[in-house]
Every structure is written in structure tokens, then in C-alpha cells.
């Protein structure tokens, strides 16, 4: 059934990023749902246009708007064409620590000056539709102050049995976390000043299909097509860095909980991963499963940790689940082996994409 607003017309939602991994997954999913989809994108990221393409073959009405986050006219221009927008997700970014210490300037205007607009386009949209921004646990730093214990194959946490909550505090490191760190403040506080309706995740590690990773980011797509492409693995550290996996659907369905709860969400940043449930090492622990899955020892070559690497972060999920009522559904073990499968049925694809 078409989700419908009071006056009984479908409703409709922008999806800021929506030709990208995680915008092209939460795009389908909206379709789904019944709701007229209006993508915008630049187009600018490897795979975005066959992400785009294998979108406009799903069933339902979907529109495509080539635009840049960077420029007002253009964003403005899309909600002037589209006054009765529902629901935005923002998830155009610039998405790499690496490539924001090589050119700060192109990372601030698309996640800091990018996210301003969209958020000023909304606030002189009529229908002020709700707002979830996509924000990263970048902002809080490298965590040098939780304690944190090594063991033979990852980092724990000292004290934090269920993780990090919102409650941590923000500590911008790298170029990267800083555009989208002040992105992430921009979006609680125009719902402060002007009741903007929106809502702020701080996404940890997410993975799943139509992901091209690349060594810069993506890290479990990336490991899972080097190794069914034979491309070689660099490990940035001693490899038991540790994270909490989060599987894309599980992210979208997140995204429409706290929209359907926005008289709770609205204003709020929620921690949104894999959870304490959902953890591994980035190769001490991935490694071995990895290898069960092709069969074979992989060789990796080992590099200096990368500014920013945290070596522990996990979500603290329970203000997700008592706010919205959602927690992970698919274990990491089986969304592992589904991407795993999706990387082999999709070699061809992946290889005119990544070379």
C-alpha cells in the first residue's frame, strides 16, 4: 500500500546521494514502500551511473535530477520543482579520510557546505519535509581517552560493555570529520533555531550490496572483491582495529523507523551500527572468515596506521531501540556471506567499475 500523507496524496522523498551505495539501497527500499523517489546525485563517484541504472529498473516512480550539493541554485531548484517532499535523506558525501587530508577544500564544500544547503533548501520548502543526514562516528575522534585493552586478535573496550553512546564527546579529527562533524552540528541545530524536523545518524562501518569499496573506504566490500579479484590487500595497523558491521538494509530500515517516530527523533543524533552484536577485527578476525569463504590463504601486506583510525568503535544502539524500536536484524556472519555472494555473481560489473 502507497504510504499516503493526511490529505490522502503518496507521499514523496528526495534522496540526496541516491545514485551511491547506501542512497541507491535506501532508494529501492522507498519505492518499495510505495513512495514517489526523486534522486538526486553528481554522478561523480565510481559506479554511481550503473547504481543509477540498476535503480531506474526497480518498479515505481522514480525521477533523476543530475545536480551538485555544492551549488544552492541547483538544490534550490529541485525543491521548487517538488514543493510537497515528505521525507529527505541526505546522503551525498564526500566519504574518505584519505582523500579529505589530499583536498580539504573539495571535502568541506561537498559534506559541510553540501549538507548547509539541503538544509536551507528545506527550510524554505512549504511541506518542511523530515530530514535524516547521514553523519559517521568520525566525529568523535580517536577515543585516546577510553581506556581501551589489547588482546590477540582485537582492541575492547575497557568499560564500555555496550559501546559508545551520544553521550561521548565530539572531538572532529581529520579534515574529514571535521566537514562532517560541523554537517552533523548544523543538522540538530537548525531543529533547535527553526524547527526544522530532522534527524542525525552517526553511522559506523556499513557494508553491503552495490558497494564498489576501494582501499580509502569500504573496507569490508573492498577485502571481500580483492580477494575474489586477486588485487592486493594492505592492513593500516596490526589489523585488530575493531568495528561494528552494519548491514545496508538494516540501515535503511532504521532510516524509515526514526522518520515514522520523528515527534521523538526530531532534533536527535542517534549511534547507528552493528552494535556489540556485531563485531570484528579489521583482519585478525575478518581474515579467517574471509579465507573460509574463497577457500584459500590471502596475503596481505601490512602499512602505517592512518591518521584518524580508531581502535575500538562500537555503537552504543540502545537509544535507537528505545527511541524507534530498531536493532540490527541481519547477523554479520550471513550479510558477510551475502556480500560475498553478490561480489561473485557481480565480478564483471565490478571489474569495469574498479579496474
Known amino acids: 500500500m502507497n504510504p499516503r500523507t493526511a490529505n490522502g496524496s503518496i507521499k514523496k522523498a528526495l534522496v540526496v546521494g541516491g545514485a551511491g551505495f547506501i542512497g541507491c539501497n535506501a532508494a529501492a527500499r522507498l519505492l518499495q514502500e510505495g513512495y514517489q523517489v526523486v534522486v538526486l546525485d553528481n554522478l561523480s563517484r565510481k559506479g554511481t551511473s550503473d547504481n543509477l541504472h540498476w535503480l531506474q529498473e526497480q518498479p515505481g516512480d522514480i525521477t533523476f535530477v543530475q545536480a551538485d550539493v555544492r551549488h544552492f541554485d541547483q538544490v534550490q531548484k529541485v525543491f521548487k520543482a517538488n514543493p510537497d517532499f515528505d521525507l529527505v535523506l541526505h546522503l551525498a558525501a564526500q566519504v574518505a579520510v584519505t582523500t579529505s587530508v589530499s583536498n580539504p577544500r573539495e571535502d ?14 528545506i527550510r524554505f520548502s512549504p511541506n518542511e ?64 533555531i527553526y524547527g526544522l524536523r530532522t534527524v542525525t545518524f552517526r553511522q559506523s562501518c556499513i557494508y553491503g550490496p552495490r558497494q564498489f569499496g576501494v582501499e580509502d573506504q569500504g573496507w569490508v566490500a573492498w577485502f571481500v572483491i580483492a580477494c575474489q579479484l586477486n588485487k592486493p590487500i594492505t592492513i593500516y595497523g596490526n589489523g585488530k582495529q575493531v568495528r561494528d558491521a552494519l548491514n545496508v538494509a538494516d540501515l535503511v530500515e532504521a532510516y524509515l523507523a526514526a522518520a515514522r517516530h520523528i515527534d521523538v527523533t526530531a532534533g536527535k543524533a542517534y549511534n547507528i551500527g552493528g552494535g556489540p552484536n556485531n563485531t570484528l ?47 540490527p536484524r541481519i547477523s554479520l556472519q550471513e550479510g558477510v556471506k551475502q556480500l560475498y555472494r553478490w561480489v561473485e555473481d557481480n565480478q564483471d560489473l565490478i571489474k569495469k567499475i574498479l579496474g
Do not use: M
Open 108 to 121: 568541506f564544500e561537498t559534506n559541510a557546505l553540501g549538507a548547509f544547503n539541503v538544509l536551507e533548501a
Open 129 to 192: 519535509p523530515t530530514l535524516i543526514y547521514s553523519s559517521t562516528n568520525k566525529v568523535y575522534g580517536g577515543l585516546e581517552r577510553i581506556g581501551v585493552e589489547e588482546r590477540e586478535t582485537r582492541y575492547v573496550f575497557k568499560d564500555l560493555a555496550l559501546g559508545i553512546n551520544e553521550d561521548c564527546p565530539l572531538d572532529f579529527h581529520t579534515p574529514y570529520g571535521c566537514s562532517k562533524g560541523a554537517a552533523d552540528q548544523y543538522v540538530r541545530d537548525y531543529a533547535r
Open 281 to 327: 577485527s579489521v583482519w585478525a578476525e575478518f581474515g579467517p572468515l574471509l579465507e573460509s569463504l574463497c577457500g584459500r590463504k590471502i596475503p596481505v601486506q601490512h602499512a602505517d596506521w592512518r591518521p584518524g583510525d580508531q581502535e575500538v568503535f562500537i555503537c552504543d544502539i540502545s537509544s535507537a531501540k528505545k527511541d524507534f524500536g530498531w536493532e
